[in-house]
């Protein structure tokens, strides 16, 4: 089965300061990984994902991520912190193995404080 | 290009009724995939439609159900509702199995309170 860790429920940043969202994965296949987020009221939104190819992946909003497959991580960076990055912030796997009884398996979120 | 719209967005009801939430999946998408959210559990998988079949299935208990019509739309249905059962209530489209693709695309959710 797989599984996703996220460490820490909450991360603090000052505007303007490195984020870095950490996110560690379980799977015995290799995996597809996704940061999602989630802003106050809404849904979910895909930020980016990996799948094969190029180990370090660009999303939207400046933030990407690299898969590290000898640290089982796929942690979530961004350069520079806006005010506006201030949400929920999950990472997911899914193997693509075809089985998939858990679906797509999200961590259980980080939320991403920005102090002015 | 019309989003994931998700109805009700709130409702209340009382230990034993029973609901029916309803996902419009974004047009051309044949996967609808629901998710209950909650502070404690997070994110946890309910099932995935595709092409009117049930693919995939989370560990839920038989009380919640749920089915997809032919143009993609999905409802899902909670019988004998408990207070636990209390959550938002996402449902997500992509236009082929999620566990394959894992791009989807969130509504805004449905919010049940059971009183």
């Known amino acids: 089965a797989q599984s996703v860790t996220q460490l820490g429920s909450h991360v603090s940043v000052s505007e303007g300061a490195l984020v870095l969202l950490r996110c560690n994965y379980s799977?015995?296949?290799?995996?597809?990984l996704f940061w999602y987020v989630q802003y106050p009221n809404q849904g979910l939104q895909l930020l980016l994902k990996?799948?094969?190819?190029?180990?370090l992946v660009k999303g939207i909003n400046g933030f990407e991520a690299e898969f590290k497959k000898s640290e089982t991580s796929f942690h979530l960076t961004k350069p520079s912190a806006h005010m506006s990055d201030a949400a929920e912030y999950f990472c997911a796997v899914t193997t693509n193995s075809g089985g998939g009884a858990d679906g797509l398996t999200f961590g259980k979120g980080t939320h991403l404080i920005i102090q002015p | 290009k019309a989003g994931v719209t998700q109805t009700p967005r709130y409702l209340i009801k009382t230990r034993g009724q029973q609901v029916t939430l309803s996902c419009s999946p974004i047009?051309?998408?044949?996967?609808v995939s629901w998710y209950q959210q909650t502070p404690g559990q997070g994110l946890q998988f309910l099932f995935e439609?595709?092409?009117?079949?049930?693919?995939n299935k989370g560990n839920f208990p038989g009380r919640f159900s749920g089915r997809q019509f032919s143009n993609s739309r999905s409802e899902m249905n909670v019988s004998t509702l408990e207070l636990g059962d209390s959550a938002l209530y996402l449902c997500?489209?992509?236009?082929?199995?999620?566990?394959?693709?894992?791009?989807?695309?969130f509504g805004e959710g449905s919010r049940l309170t059971v009183l």
């Open positions: 439609y595709f092409s009117e079949t049930q693919r």
């Open positions: 047009s051309g998408h044949r996967s």
């Open positions: 799977s015995s296949v290799p995996p597809y």
């Open positions: 997500a489209s992509s236009w082929g199995l999620a566990v394959r693709t894992g791009e989807l695309f």
């Open positions: 990996y799948t094969t190819g190029a180990t």
